[in-house]
């Protein structure tokens, strides 16, 4: 889970950063769709928000192709590292590109906090847009995540429908553990042993004492997880720490099952059990070290997408994925899991347009572009003939065409893949790709727990809940100056320890900067929500 920085450091730049220059809407002279007053191709200004791994999107075929059909020519600014920053100067010089991609590049509190910068899609969606109207329809969920409480749709979100229930599986070395004789730990004093062991004797033979035993990052694939033993059910859009047991809406860094989570990894991490990079490596660096060189593995314990995506072709048969653990053999708390369905299939504010472009109907044509089916699993997977093939009424994702490369990098690497906008309905037929296949598999070790979740009990329907103007504000300000607070002793708790002698101190400090304000906000959006189900 990345913490948020500071909106108010953020909007203290005065003008935009020399990397966003030129990419305003308001330079554009055209007055129809497709084309200006002279039959001229329309010219517009995009942002594009997306994964490092991603390849220049002037190289992406499909995409070639959607804005030759129409009728547009895109100026893109790719963005992959510092967008708080980036985001903040940009929306407050109040100059922003015609088009925003990226799954929650702009967020629902942008919307009140920047009032008239965004272009209400409604009408244009009426009559540019009959894709998108389809999935409306069709998938009626879409629509509800599109529409603010005042009835406006600021942006478009996706539904990608192939995904699992939860983002997170949790892997160990099964080679290792078979070297050493061990078995899989079952309870975070196991996982200590077995950590300790995979850092002291050598477990991939190489005579080097090179082992991580535990890694981790930012996002889904973060040693939060851990809650869980606990009986924590996170989201990946429970923001800002904020989840809900038993109906009841609480925050995560106020617990005291997260004071018992810190702390058992500083023991780890003061036993250099733990990479210590873990809070300053980016994705690329978490992959390539969990892909180890040759056939020699680096990382013990681990979390990921899948396995292939984890490991690489080469090292994915070491590693099984496992249960989630009890804190203690004898511990009664119940186990559950990170869950997921709603973030991984369905995704909110994909795409937004500015009021002040030009050519409104030509964006908004080119976005529905999007929403083409056969244009969806190109978006997601990669372009026709190169990464799908088209057999005639159905789709087959192709393995990639560099044999020592896993599929999930490939689809990375090659579209704009779940960060695009997109709508796959359910009656497409599609052949995923072997990774997509293998998941059934690795969930195995996690199916009685996730069947085990109360959905609506323990469940932040974060997605579904649009807040007034008002309490976007409230909320936004909130929890910044709480993502403040949280951040840093995340890191610092782990890496130092001390969360003990100042734990009573932050927990005021949090109370302070409106925590209880923005749970009781929540509860009661929360509460509201659930009378409708």
């Known amino acids: 889970m990345i913490m948020k920085k500071t909106l108010g450091i953020v909007l203290a730049a005065s003008m935009l950063t020399a990397s966003m220059a030129g990419c305003g809407s308001k330079s554009a002279t055209t007055s129809s769709a497709g084309t200006d007053s002279t039959g001229k191709v329309v010219t517009l200004n995009a942002i594009m928000l997306k994964h490092p791994l991603t390849q220049d999107l002037e190289k992406m075929e499909w995409l070639t192709k959607i804005e030759k059909e129409a009728g547009v020519s895109i100026k893109w600014q790719q963005i992959s590292a510092d967008w708080a920053q980036k985001k903040g100067t940009l929306l407050a010089s109040g100059d922003i590109p015609d088009l925003i991609f990226g799954q929650n590049a702009i967020v629902d509190s942008d919307y009140s906090q920047f009032p008239g910068l965004f272009q209400d899609l409604t009408e244009l969606i009426e009559t540019d847009a009959p894709n998108i109207k389809k999935m409306f329809s069709e998938k009626p969920e879409t629509k509800t995540i599109a529409t603010q409480l005042d009835g406006k749709i600021y942006a478009i979100p996706k539904y990608q429908r192939f995904w699992p229930t939860t983002v997170a599986r949790q892997y160990v070395n099964q080679q290792w553990l078979d070297k050493l004789g061990l078995k899989q730990p079952t309870n975070w004093d196991e996982l200590y042993d077995v950590l300790v062991a995979f850092k002291t004797k050598d477990p991939n033979g190489n005579g080097k004492a090179d082992e991580i035993a535990m890694d981790f990052t930012g996002g889904g694939f973060n040693a939060m997880r851990l809650l869980s033993s606990e009986g924590i059910t996170t989201t990946n859009s429970s923001n800002d720490g904020f989840f809900v047991e038993d109906g009841k809406v609480k925050n995560l860094y106020v617990d005291v099952r997260y004071k018992t989570l810190v702390t058992f990894l500083n023991k780890c991490f003061s036993s250099g059990l733990i990479n210590p990079e873990v809070f300053t490596q980016d994705y690329t660096k978490f992959q390539a070290l969990a892909r180890g060189t040759g056939d020699v593995a680096k990382i013990g314990f681990t979390w990921g997408w899948e396995v292939s995506d984890r490991f690489g072709n080469t090292l994915a048969p070491q590693y099984s994925s496992t249960a989630p653990l009890k804190v203690s053999a004898d511990s009664t708390d119940k186990v559950s899991w990170d869950y997921n ?193």
């Open 341 to 533: 369905y709603d973030y991984l299939n369905f995704g909110s504010n994909m795409v937004e347009m500015s009021a002040e472009c030009e050519n409104k109907d030509a964006a908004m044509k080119f976005i529905d572009k999007f929403y083409d089916p056969a244009t969806s699993i190109q978006v997601l997977f990669g372009s026709m003939g190169t990464n799908i093939s088209d057999d005639g009424g159905s789709y087959t994702v192709l393995p990639p065409t560099d044999t020592k490369m896993d599929p999930g990098t490939w689809k990375w690497t090659s579209s704009m893949a779940d960060n695009g906008p997109m709508y796959i309905p359910d009656t497409l037929k599609l052949t995923l790709p072997t990774d997509m296949q293998s998941l059934a598999k690795q969930n195995e070790p996690l199916d009685a727990v996730m069947k085990s979740i109360d959905i609506e009990k323990d469940v932040w329907p974060g997605m579904y809940i649009k807040f007034s103007s008002e309490d976007n504000t409230t909320l936004a300000l909130n929890n910044t100056n709480l993502g403040t607070l949280t951040s840093s002793k995340w890191a610092s708790w782990i890496a130092k320890g001390g969360i003990d002698k100042e734990w009573d101190a932050y927990v005021s400090n949090c109370n302070k900067a409106g925590l209880p304000e923005t749970t009781a906000i929540m509860q009661k959006y929360y509460d509201d929500y659930m009378k409708t189900k």
